[in-house]
């Protein structure tokens, strides 16, 4: 269990817990929805405990049944799933930076998130797959093989060998957020709201196991990427990289 802080700590309370998916070596935080939820709350300026979960314990999480990650526990609240956890700190925390900047925020965010699991995550997953199955413990690693091999109707490594991608694949998935940030610095307009770190999410996955973003140099979303790691007191920055 690790806490983290943000130089704003006016409105923390130190009963925020974030469970999040983890390696073999618990520091290895790699889920997107995860790193989702860790910008949102470097955003609002919250500090947490960040609590390691393996795949085979998410589904018991806070005593649920077929629970998934990131859940929030603040106080009494217990949030499941990043958008929820996003809608409750700016519900809470309102005095706290915006992450919607009110309803057409809330709106570009439900777009967002679509587009970036339709269009970006398949193309992070099939590039870090078998590199997933070599970071997880070993009981971890019977469940992610039973389970995806059962929705693959193949095995991973035949699985990485026919759908495996390349840095050009997401390249052409992000050309949409290349083509918005000719007009603008971020997906939020001229600061970054939550719509940023559900892509940045998606990038960071990768990132983590490949140790780069993959994503063309000096790109605009390149740029960008390495902007919004930066914020908040390097919050992206601070990650463990896969062996």
């Not at 806490?3 to 309370?13: D, G, L, V, W, Y």
């Not at 589904?59 to 929030?72: F, K, M, N, Q, Y």
């Not at 925020?105 to 970036?116: E, H, P, Q, Y």
């Not at 339709?118 to 590039?127: D, E, G, I, K, N």
């Amino acid at each position: 269990m690790r806490t983290h802080s943000t130089k704003n700590t006016k409105e923390t309370t130190m009963t925020i817990q974030l469970y999040e998916l983890c390696g073999a070596d618990e520091n290895l935080v790699f889920s997107p929805h995860c790193w989702k939820a860790r910008m949102a709350l470097a955003h609002k300026g919250l500090s947490y405990e960040s609590i390691p979960v393996p795949f085979t314990k998410v589904a018991g999480v806070e005593d649920g049944e077929g629970r998934t990650v990131p859940v929030l526990r603040d106080g009494d609240d217990i949030i499941e799933d990043s958008y929820k956890i996003a809608l409750h700190l700016e519900g809470k925390y309102p005095d706290a930076p915006s992450l919607f900047n009110g309803e057409g925020g809330k709106a570009l965010t439900r777009f967002v998130i679509n587009w970036s699991q339709t269009q970006v995550h398949p193309v992070v997953y099939r590039l870090v797959l078998m590199q997933i199955y070599k970071n997880i413990a070993p009981a971890d690693q019977v469940h992610f093989r039973q389970t995806r091999e059962k929705r693959f109707n193949m095995t991973l490594e035949e699985y990485s060998a026919s759908y495996g991608a390349s840095a050009t694949d997401l390249h052409n998935a992000l050309i949409p957020l290349e083509s918005m940030l000719a007009a603008q610095p971020y997906i939020g307009g001229e600061t970054p709201l939550f719509a940023d770190y559900v892509v940045f999410g998606a990038i960071q996955w990768c990132r983590v196991f490949k140790g780069q973003s993959l994503m063309k140099k000096d790109s605009k979303a390149s740029v960008w990427f390495e902007n919004v790691a930066q914020l908040h007191d390097g919050a992206g920055n601070k990650l463990q990289f896969a062996a």
